[in-house]
């Protein structure tokens, strides 16, 4: 097959990192096609916009002084991508059209299936079978923060009413300043974010289903010595209060079965993130958690030459949409060296 049918780079994710690479790409004339996923498809492997989808003000994004939306904020990567040359994957074939980045999204984003990175040119495996040839890939498909599956918990957090899977993100919003807020889990995870939240919060409770703390032994102590946070042992969360904002937490005891409610003006869920990398099945080194292993921590090379990772897929610490776009811009860069390399312009 041709060149001509190949593309130069295939970009799964449409987060920070996956818009971000997207721009860098764009800009170098390697022409992306960017696979930006469907948020309903079972199962899903990229949700378009990334978590930030699901986060309503963002105010430690450098840049918007004033904050922005999750979604605006990825509506802006999304359009100065597609400015620059950037084709996603549609129902309607490669659109939008790049002369009209402002198109109202009359169209629907497209999820990738698998991938086959045993050949090359690789194999990205579209919806209906579709499939496309690619010199180079890039995965930012990101991770998924861990909910308990409650119907209002969902709700809320769509809404903006208070509940949250990222204090560092939403912590510091006023509305949390000075509650009493909610962190469900046991964790260092959940240990660091209660730490985090004691700066804004007139108390915090963590909520765990067991009668001692999974954290490790330093957190703990932490945790149990701050006169600002309370451990509710043996308690999970079986609802969530409250219509427009959250007013508390519905919880269980797991030894007597005695049901409590417990009225707080924040939840935030630490029980941790799932990678998207099962579409990938085998084909690349992942750690114990399932996010993809970079070759060097300083690049963006994994262990198939070719194919690059970017963004919370690879980043189990920080999970940041500042750190994620920054690891988009290396991959794009380290993708376009590395096609220059293999004579691809």
């Known amino acids: 097959m041709s060149d001509n049918n190949v593309e130069k780079l295939v970009i799964i994710g449409s987060g920070p990192a996956g ?4 721009i860098y790409a764009a800009r170098a004339n390697l022409d992306p096609l960017v696979f930006a996923g469907r948020p309903k498809t079972v199962p899903s492997t990229v949700l378009p916009g990334g978590q930030l989808m699901m986060t309503t003000e963002v105010e430690n994004y450098p840049g918007f002084p004033e904050g922005v939306t999750g979604p605006r904020l990825m509506a802006h990567f999304e359009q100065q991508a597609v400015r620059f040359g950037t084709r996603i994957v549609t129902d309607n074939g490669l659109h939008p059209d790049v002369s009209n980045p402002d198109d109202g999204h009359s169209y629907s984003f497209h999820d990738c299936q698998r991938v086959d990175l045993s050949q090359r040119p690789f ?8 499939q496309y040839l690619a010199h180079a ?25 208070g ?28 240990v660091e974010e209660a730490t985090y939240l004691t700066k804004f919060a007139a108390k915090v ?10 954290a490790s032994k330093i957190m703990a102590e932490r945790a149990l010595s701050n006169p600002k946070i309370e451990v509710l042992w043996n308690k999970i969360p079986i609802d969530v209060l409250g219509d427009q904002r959250i007013t ?3 919880l269980k005891d797991t030894k ?7 009225s707080v003006g924040g939840l935030f869920l630490a029980i941790g993130h799932t990678p998207a990398t099962a579409f990938l099945g085998d084909q690349l080194a992942l750690d114990a958690k399932g996010y993809i292993k970079l070759k060097d921590p300083y690049r963006s090379t994994t262990s198939v030459e070719g194919v690059f990772a970017a963004g919370d897929v690879v980043d189990s ?9 920054g690891m988009g811009c290396k991959a794009a860069l380290d993708a376009e060296r590395w096609l220059a390399e293999q004579g691809v312009h």
Do not use: K
């Open 248 to 250: 508390g937490v519905r």
């Open 317 to 325: 610490v920080y999970r940041q949409a500042i750190t994620a776009a």
């Open 205 to 214: 409770c963590m909520i765990h289903r067991r009668d001692q703390l999974r």
């Open 123 to 130: 194999v990205v495996v579209g919806e209906d079978d579709a």
């Open 137 to 161: 890939v890039i995965i930012a498909t990101g991770a998924t923060a861990n909910w308990l599956g409650l119907e209002n918990e969902q709700r809320l957090a769509r809404l903006g009413g």
């Open 256 to 262: 007597t079965a005695e049901v409590s409610d417990l």
């Open 163 to 190: 509940v949250s899977a990222c204090a560092v993100c939403d912590g510091a919003l006023p509305i949390f300043r000075d509650q009493v807020l909610a962190v469900v889990g046991g964790g260092d995870s959940a």
């Open 19 to 22: 818009w971000t690479a997207a």
